[in-house]
């Protein structure tokens, strides 16, 4: 048995009153390392002693036991997914089986983000990010734990990746022909615990801080765009550079709100990076794709500066790619035109 603390006589009731967390000892994986952390983030477990072991009596006098123990009961705080018939998954869409760090983030995620970013956890601000966190962080964690390859078997992969988030938790655990100390085993379990915690807590302040603002931006634009661009919705313009096609295609699909809902787009105009020079891009088929649901006229493809500018007929052109997919002017009125031309030919 290892343990981060003494283990409580489990014959006799705790006299403290801290809560215990439990998982197993020995080799550890990202999945756990990342329950225990997330317990750790909320108000019933934040200050909750941890008990790595596999002695079911000792697991018995834990508060809440996480990847051990065959059971998955909510109400006894029991989250294991090893057991023969569990198949759990997060719902909404998702269809990966659960690991620990998915029953944990599942039952307990909300409460952590919304104490994370100061919201109510009925918040939809709360919800939208919960959803988008397991979509893009959380998952991935489960289905590796789980043993669910990214691609069918068919396909062999042209290179291998030991650079993700498992991997590196995996690579913490003592190599075959190092001594097998539980203390240390214990100790670098809490590293991996920090680790999964701080990549978790960066995703969610990037999507927080960057990817939300985005969506409201790109609703802004869509109703500028519809008011003083083009009434039909087929072209939106950006003051300011912005992430747009997954919030696009979310938004267009989405009709509880027919305010926020927009038309389909055929072109979205913004400036580069520099603000120097304006863009005019083809929105795509699907967030992924690289075909469009309308390139640009194939007369203007692969074209350039004072040549793009004759065929077009538009002032200031600099290029327009030979896909189609995008084109550049020096300013904000010549991509505009670029795109309402493009929309009648």
């Known amino acids: ?6 283990p409580p006589d489990h014959k006799k009731p705790r006299l403290d009153q801290s809560k ?11 999945d756990e390392a990342l329950a225990v952390f997330l317990l750790r983030h909320t108000s019933t477990y934040r200050d909750a002693i941890l008990k790595r072991t596999r002695d079911p009596d000792i697991l018995n006098t834990c508060d809440i036991v996480v990847d051990v123990g065959a059971v998955y009961d909510q109400p006894s705080q029991r989250f294991d997914h090893h057991q023969r018939g569990f198949s759990g998954v997060f719902g909404y869409g998702f269809e990966t089986k659960l690991s620990s760090a998915g029953l944990i983030y599942k039952h307990f995620g909300k409460e952590i983000i919304a104490n994370k970013i100061n919201h109510s956890v009925e918040s939809p601000i709360v919800e939208k990010l919960w959803l988008k966190v397991y979509k893009e962080f959380i998952e991935a964690i489960d289905a590796i734990d789980n043993g669910i390859s990214q691609y069918s078997t068919e396909l062999k992969p042209r290179y291998r990746s030991r650079t993700d988030l498992s991997s590196r938790v995996g690579a913490l655990n003592p190599a075959w022909n190092e001594p097998f100390d539980a203390e240390t085993v214990d100790n670098r379990f809490l590293q991996a615990s920090e680790l999964t915690g701080k990549e978790f807590f960066d995703r969610l302040h990037y999507y927080t801080s960057a990817w939300l603002p985005a969506r409201t931006l790109l609703i802004s634009a869509i109703s500028a765009s519809k008011k003083d ?13 912005l992430p747009w096609k997954e919030h696009l295609f979310e938004l267009e699909a989405d009709d509880s709100d027919p305010t926020a809902q927009p038309n389909k787009a055929i072109y979205v105009v913004y400036p580069d990076e520099t603000a120097n020079n304006w863009r005019v891009q083809a929105v795509p088929v699907s967030p992924e794709s690289f075909e469009s649901r309308k390139a640009l006229p194939e007369p ?3 074209l350039r500066d004072d040549e793009l500018s004759r065929v077009s007929g538009i002032d200031a052109c600099i290029f327009v790619h030979a896909s189609g997919f995008i084109g ?4 904000k ?10 929309l009648t030919m």
Not at 328 to 331: A, E, F, R
């Open 1 to 6: 048995m290892s343990s981060l603390t003494s």
């Open 20 to 30: 215990v967390i439990g998982t197993h000892n020995g080799t550890f994986h990202c």
């Open 229 to 241: 661009v083009d009434p039909t919705g087929q072209i939106i313009l950006f003051e300011q550079f």
């Open 300 to 302: 203007w493809r692969g």
């Open 328 to 331: 550049g002017n020096k300013t």
């Open 333 to 342: 009125e010549g991509a505009l035109q670029l795109a309402k031309v493009a």
